[in-house]
């Protein structure tokens, strides 16, 4: 009942997948192709064994070090020459806090903030930037990330804070770190703190976000909408405008500060109120 109160098909999720269908992980290789594993899941619902490495002939997968004749052909001990770490930067007797000012844009938005956090560490590793880590038997780099953006959404102006004993100049430090970033990911500025406070989720206090409404998808949901509500109006605009006030005023949660659609930059703004602890999520 719950289900169909959301009007949610079920069924959906509980019939078997198509053997042709297009899988989320199937463009990654892992060396082993997606006929042999069907091939698998015949024999197993026939109830048929499959020798395992110790008893079929070897493959040479690689996934295992059973194999004698690897053994045999891997014994030679190869040395990697040790290159020279030099951190970037001047270092100093003090802690600076630092607030970096960078983009996300075109196919970068669909990296998630899991991913692009792991991405920044790697890029400041790779750059020599000296960050400072936490305590314990785990350090990690004490970086600070406003709330994460959804997976696909591009951000303009995303802000990291993060602590360091190393001088950075601001022009110096967005040129040398680009080198080492993924393309769609940039930093635009970087600015420095002598004190540790406020920090930053607690300085912050709106967080911006756009829709385009030129884009395609934008106009297909406001024709949806439309229609639902049997909006008519010759401007596009004044049709946005009568939704948004209606919105608000079924809404009664204080966390938007306001909501208006941009007639020159054709774009729908929503300012929502930040918070330490729990935000509007703004997909929602």
């Not at 196919?107 to 920044?120: E, G, P, T, V, Y």
Request: aromatic share 10%; hydrophobic share 35%; net charge positive.
């Amino acid at each position: 009942k719950v289900f169909e109160s959301k009007n949610i098909d079920y069924k959906l999720y509980l019939e078997a997948l198509d053997r042709d269908a297009v899988l989320p992980w199937d463009h990654i290789d892992t060396g082993i192709k997606k006929s042999h594993l069907l091939q698998e899941v015949d024999k197993a619902l026939k109830e048929e064994r499959t020798l395992s490495c110790l008893e079929n002939k070897c493959d040479l997968c690689q996934g295992c070090n059973l194999s004698p004749l690897l053994e045999r052909e891997f014994k030679e001990q190869i040395e990697i020459p040790s290159v020279p770490y030099s951190l970037f930067g001047k270092k100093a007797q003090n802690i600076f806090r630092y607030r970096a000012i960078y983009s996300k844009r075109k196919n970068a938005r669909f990296i998630s903030h899991l991913d692009l956090s792991n991405i920044i560490q790697r890029t400041f590793r790779r750059a020599g930037i000296s960050v400072i880590h936490s305590e314990g038997f785990h350090p990690k780099m004490v970086i600070s990330y406003l709330p994460a953006l959804p997976l696909g959404m591009e951000g303009k102006a995303e802000i990291i804070e993060f602590k360091s004993q190393y001088l950075f100049e601001g022009d110096e430090f967005v040129s040398h770190v680009n080198k080492f970033l993924p393309a769609g990911v940039k930093f635009l500025s970087l600015k420095k703190f002598k004190t540790f406070k406020p920090r930053l989720n607690e300085e912050m206090k709106t967080l911006v976000y756009s829709v385009d409404l030129k884009s395609r998808a934008a106009k297909e949901a406001l024709k949806a909408i439309y229609k639902e509500k049997n909006i008519s109006a010759n401007d596009d605009y004044k049709k946005v405008e009568k939704i948004v006030n209606d919105f608000l005023a079924d809404y009664k949660d204080g966390n938007i500060e306001k909501i208006f659609p941009d007639r020159k930059r054709k774009k729908l703004f929503l300012y929502l109120k930040h918070s330490p602890h729990k935000n509007i999520r703004s997909q929602e």
